[in-house]
Structures are given as C-alpha cells and as structure tokens.
C-alpha cells in the first residue's frame, strides 16, 4: 500500500529580494553610497566606480566580497575592503516597504491553519530593523529567525532546529526564497518543497547557471501565487 503524503503545515519565507526588493532598492543605494569612496581611492568618477562594483559581481558572483577584489585589483591596504563592506551594508533603510501582496498572502496563510516563519540571514541589528520597518511583526508570522553570517550560522541548521522545536517533517514544510545557493538548496537537502521568487540578482544569477544547481520544486512571480500551489491541496509534487 502506497504511503500517503504529509499535509503541509508549515511555509517559510525567506526575507530579502522575497518579501521586498532589495536588490533594486538598498543593494542600488549602498553601491552608489560606495562609489563615492571608491571613486577618491582609485581616483575614478563616481559612476566608473559605480560600474566597477557591478562588473566584479558580475565576474565573481553575487555571494563574493567584491570590496576585497577591488581592494586587491587596486592594491589598496587591505582595511580598505571591510571599510567599504560595512558602508555598504550600513545604508538607511526607513523607506524600504514589502511587495503589495505580501501581507494579505501572510495573513490568509495563517488564517488558513499554517505555521508561518520568516527565517533571514545577515547582521542581527539590520535584519531586525528592517522587519520593525516593514511592519513585519509577530502578527505575520509564527516564529521570526535572524541567522548571523559572521557567525557561520547556517540556515540548513536553523531549518533543522525548526523542525525540531515545532515537531515538523521536512516533507510537510514550504521554503520560499530567491537564492538557490542558500535557503533553497538547504531546504530541498532536507526533503523540503522548495519555491523560488523569481525576483532580484541571485535570481538572475540562477538564470545564468542553471545547470550547476538544483531546480527547485516550483517558481513564482508574487508571494501570492504561494496560495494557488497544488502542494497547499495536500498533493505531491510531480
């Protein structure tokens, strides 16, 4: 007798450039904030620096440290890369807002009978401002999950202690996010459905080479095409 497959009960969304755009907003603004320095240090115009910092993403790819590439193309001591990192990630973000339907999908989930997880990556103190900014509080989500890069935590773990905490299967949780390389890749090794936003530069980055990465279980334009997924119909994906 063929084993039925799990309901689903729990969606986890990741958080930049897949409930707001991040890569068109402060990515934007902390490259153009860096061009200004850069500029001064290479004695370039502030647009040149700013087309340096797009072609060694392009080069080197969207998770590397470019401010290190640029630092050693350029022979700067190297203080200068985590100097020009941190202008970078250290922006203003008071004007950021999430995608139109982002909360009315939030919400219909949770009415719905699903645990609802926002699990995002980075510095501690800004990810949490830009949740507060955003108004993306406890009344969106179940459990909301900071994991810090500088403190080599991963989200493979964080989706596993999750699943502990909460008494979950792999098999009955949802991961939604934009980068293959990252929640996506760690939630299909550990038999999660896996969606992708097809939205901002690690998506762009996915088009490009495709064959080098996992192909995740669905992709969608809006948050709200989550809703019409046949996997919330409790069937198998195919």
Request: hydrophobic content about 35%.
């Amino acid at each position: 007798m063929q084993k039925n497959p799990r309901k689903i009960k729990a969606i986890i969304f990741d958080l930049d450039d897949t409930l707001y755009d991040c890569s068109g907003t402060l990515v934007v603004q902390g490259r153009r904030k860096v061009a200004k320095t850069i500029a001064r240090l290479i004695n370039s115009s502030e647009e040149e620096a700013y087309l340096l910092q797009l072609q060694m993403e392009e080069k080197y790819g969207v998770k590397a440290n470019i401010y290190e590439k640029i630092a050693s193309h350029y022979h700067l001591p190297g203080t200068y890369a985590q100097e020009l990192l941190e202008e970078f990630i250290h922006i203003n973000i008071s004007d950021i807002t999430v995608f139109p339907d982002v909360k009315e999908t939030l919400k219909r989930l949770k009415a719905q009978g699903y645990w609802v997880v926002l699990v995002t990556s980075g510095d501690k103190e800004i990810q949490r401002k830009k949740i507060d900014v955003m108004g993306l509080n406890n009344r969106y989500f179940d459990d909301i999950v900071i994991t810090e890069r500088n403190k080599n935590q991963s989200k493979k773990a964080c989706f596993q202690r999750i699943m502990k905490r909460y008494d979950l299967h792999a098999e009955e949780i949802i991961c939604v996010g934009d980068k293959i390389d990252d929640e996506l890749a760690a939630s299909k090794s550990l038999g999660m459905v896996s969606v992708m936003f097809e939205h901002g530069r690690h998506y762009k980055a996915y088009l490009k080479a495709q064959d080098k990465y996992i192909k995740p279980d669905y992709f969608i334009k809006h948050i709200k095409d989550i809703l019409e997924l046949r996997i919330l119909n409790n069937l198998q994906v195919t």
